[in-house]
């Protein structure tokens, strides 16, 4: 079975445990409790393949920013998160993904941009129209979510487990390939 790495980046409080813990193990926490590094496992079926995801929930307040180079290198797969009610949690994913882009490279930097907090259309600040715009500036893919009420977390992994697959060029175990006139064939 193929491991999939994917880490989860953000701003303080934009919700990445709750989306974390919300893919792995389907439930809401609404208790907010400061992580340093929480790790979850999740097994993930995708076009007949299995994949094991380890998702790293990471800190998200500037004392452990040091720490982001180390997650980026280890990463394959990147969830970028900000809350829909805080303007500097979305200005912050700027510096993330410059980060990221710096040790992957464009091509290996597979990665979501997440608006979390759906829920809280009252509060709201960071409006649909720059989420889009950020992430189609960065070529990524964007969902709104909401950890609360489950809105597009689903969506968004597998979205990005596709992403992760086809920037590593990940095939399924028990397939080769094989070089025929210049072309790569899947045996």
């Known amino acids: 079975m193929t491991t999939l790495k994917i880490t989860a ?80 949690s979305f200005h912050d994913l700027e510096e993330i993904r410059r980060q990221i882009v710096d040790i992957k490279g464009e091509e290996k930097a597979a990665m979501i941009m997440l608006g979390n907090k759906c829920d809280l259309e009252g509060q709201r600040v960071i409006s649909q129209a720059q989420g889009k715009e950020t992430s189609s500036k960065w070529k990524c893919p964007w969902f709104e979510t909401s950890a609360k009420n489950n809105t597009n977390i689903d969506d968004a992994f597998t979205t990005l487990t596709r992403r992760i697959i086809s920037a590593y060029d990940i095939r399924p175990i028990g397939t080769k390939t094989e070089k025929k006139k210049g072309k790569c064939t899947l045996l």
């Open 9 to 88: 980046l953000g701003a303080g409080a934009v919700g990445k445990s709750a989306i974390t813990v919300r893919f792995c193990n389907g439930i809401w926490v609404e208790r907010y409790d400061p992580t340093i590094e929480d790790s979850y496992r999740k097994m993930m079926e995708l076009d007949g393949t299995q994949y094991l995801l380890e998702v790293l929930d990471t800190a998200g307040t500037e004392h452990f920013t040091a720490m982001r180079d180390l997650y980026i290198k280890n990463g394959q797969g990147f969830v970028l998160i900000y809350s829909i009610t805080s303007e500097g």
